[in-house]
T-cell receptor, first 114, second 114 residues
Framework: AQSVTQLGSHVSVSEGALVLLRCNYS??????LFWYVQYPNQGLQLLLK??????LVKGINGFEAEFKKSETSFHLTKPSAHMSDAAEYFC????????????FGTGTRLQVTL | GAVVSQHPSWVICKSGTSVKIECRSL??????MFWYRQFPKQSLMLMAT?????????EQGVEKDKFLINHASLTLSTLTVTSAHPEDSSFYIC??????????FGSGTRLTVV
């Protein structure tokens, strides 16, 4: 069984500041981990995914995440926040990269202020 | 990249009527499709897993007679909410999966039952 925990349902940063969204996972098998972004009334867009290759994963829009097995973490970061980054972010885990169902965290709403 | 078309994007229906939501993979064949439900400001809850040509697998607590899923082809899955009630009002999202693109999400359907 897999699960993810996202610490902080709401994160607020200033424009230009570092973005850090936390995700910890639990998995009985080597996990595949994902970060998605959701804008209001829209579906989910994949930011990046970890599939057991490089532990530092670079995604779209300047986001990246580092898989740390010892900490069971997969935190999402971006060096400099932009107003357009304001959205809901979901961390997800699956047992493999394709046909297994995704289990989502509860989400973190990112607010970016001037 | 892969595109999943979900229609309609929003629908309002009267209590007691049925509503069908379509999910199409436009440029790839989806071996598996997932249907999720999302309540306001909450995460995605998996409702069922749909494989082409076979019966859907429903998650615990999801009424299969109320949420009918049909996966007639490798590019189309439908979710029919039967005898809809106001408590069925929600945001429904589909996800299509294949070995090349992984998980691709539709843009969601906002269902309001009045």
């Amino acid at each position: 069984a897999q699960s993810v925990t996202q610490l902080g349902s709401h994160v607020s940063v200033s424009e230009g500041a570092l973005v850090l969204l936390r995700c910890n996972y639990s998995s009985s098998v080597p996990p595949y981990l994902f970060w998605y972004v959701q804008y209001p009334n829209q579906g989910l867009q994949l930011l990046l995914k970890y599939t057991s290759a490089a532990t530092l994963v670079k995604g779209i829009n300047g986001f990246e995440a580092e898989f740390k097995k010892s900490e069971t973490s997969f935190h999402l970061t971006k060096p400099s926040a932009h107003m357009s980054d304001a959205a809901e972010y979901f961390c997800a885990v699956s047992g493999d990269g394709t046909a297994s169902k995704l289990t989502f965290g509860t989400g973190t709403r990112l607010q970016v202020t001037l | 990249g892969a595109v999943v078309s979900q229609h309609p994007s929003w629908v309002i229906c009267k209590s007691g009527t049925s509503v069908k939501i379509e999910c199409r993979s436009l440029d790839f064949q989806a071996t598996t499709m997932f249907w999720y439900r999302q309540f306001p400001k909450q995460s995605l809850m998996l409702m069922a897993t749909s494989n082409e040509g076979s019966k859907a697998t429903y998650e615990q607590g999801v009424e299969k007679d109320k949420f009918l899923i049909n996966h007639a082809s490798l590019t189309l899955s439908t979710l029919t909410v039967t005898s809809a009630h106001p408590e069925d009002s929600s945001f429904y999202i589909c996800s299509a999966v294949d070995n090349v693109y992984g998980y691709t999400f539709g843009s969601g359907t906002r269902l309001t039952v009045v």
